[in-house]
């Protein structure tokens, strides 16, 4: 499954999927993982594989680890596969050490909506 790797220096496998993640500091550090590997499983194992760079921001559990992509915090049971990332690649997520994820946010998305629908129509003379 998830293997440690230094992915810049060979080539991704086909069947793999290289995963840079960043962490709040900005440090980063690639990982290879299968299509089918869940966010859950990509936490656990990054947590047992803990780079050495990231020594000053170790946790204390893997489950309060928890992906970002594309803004959205990444439930558990969600596999990479899931979320079209293509084999032999490189993707990019965020890794934050958190204990639960926010609520849905589908009434602050609605609130926004109406925001920027209020003020789309400004004239600037």
């Not at 690649?89 to 909506?113: F, I």
Request: net charge neutral.
């Amino acid at each position: 499954m998830g293997d440690s790797v230094t992915a810049r220096h060979r080539a991704i496998p086909d069947d793999k999927i290289c995963l840079r993640l960043i962490l709040v500091s900005g440090k980063t550090h690639e990982f290879l993982f299968s299509p089918s590997d869940t966010a859950y499983y990509i936490t656990q194992h990054v947590y047992e594989n803990w780079p050495e760079g990231w020594k000053d921001e170790a946790v204390s559990s893997h489950n309060i680890l928890k992906l970002i992509y594309h803004g959205r915090f990444l439930h558990g049971n969600v596999s990479l596969g899931a979320l079209s990332l293509e084999p032999g690649k490189r993707s990019v997520m965020h890794l934050v050490a958190r204990e639960n994820l926010p609520e849905p946010a589908t009434q602050g998305q609605r609130n926004r909506e109406k925001t920027s629908e209020q003020s789309c129509c400004c004239t600037i003379v």
